[in-house]
C-alpha cells in the first residue's frame, strides 16, 4: 500500500511563494507519474500539474503555468510543487497524486492521493 505524506503548506501574502513537498512510501515510486491537484470550498476538485515518472515531462494547468514548477526526486521519493506570484485565487487544499497515467488530467486517472494540505494566499 502506498502513503503519499504532503507536507509545506501555509499562509502567505499574495505575490510570494511557497514550496509543497509530497513522500511517497513504496519501491515503485519511479514508475508512476506524480500530480497536485487542488480543491477550493464549494468547488470541484482541479488538476495544477504533473511530471512522469522520470522527470521528463511536466504538464500545467493554465492557471499556473509560468508560476508554479512541478519536479521530483526518485532517490528521495519525493515531488516538489513550486509555487510562486501567489494569487489569492490559489487558496485551496492541494493534494498530491500518483497515477500510471500521464498526465492525470482528471481525478478518476489517480491511483493514490495524499491528505491534503492547505494553501492560504492573502490579498
Known amino acids: 500500500q502506498v502513503q503519499l505524506v504532503e507536507s509545506g503548506g501555509g499562509l502567505v501574502q499574495a505575490g510570494g511563494s511557497l514550496t509543497l513537498s509530497c513522500a511517497a512510501s513504496?519501491?515503485?515510486?519511479?514508475?508512476?507519474?506524480m500530480g497536485w491537484f487542488r480543491q477550493a470550498p464549494g468547488k470541484e476538485r482541479e488538476f495544477v500539474a504533473a511530471?512522469?515518472?522520470?522527470?521528463?515531462?511536466?504538464d500545467y494547468a493554465d492557471s499556473v503555468k509560468g508560476r508554479f514548477t512541478i519536479s521530483r526526486d526518485n532517490a528521495k521519493n519525493t515531488v516538489y510543487l513550486r509555487m510562486g506570484s501567489l494569487k489569492p485565487e490559489d487558496t485551496a487544499t492541494y493534494f498530491c497524486?500518483?497515477?500510471?497515467?500521464?498526465?492525470?488530467?482528471?481525478?478518476?486517472?489517480?491511483?493514490?492521493w495524499g491528505q491534503g494540505t492547505q494553501v492560504t494566499v492573502s490579498s
Open positions: 513504496g519501491r515503485t515510486f519511479g514508475i508512476y507519474a
Open positions: 497524486a500518483m497515477s500510471r497515467q500521464f498526465p492525470p488530467h482528471y481525478s478518476g486517472s489517480v491511483e493514490y
Open positions: 511530471i512522469s515518472g522520470n522527470g521528463g515531462r511536466t
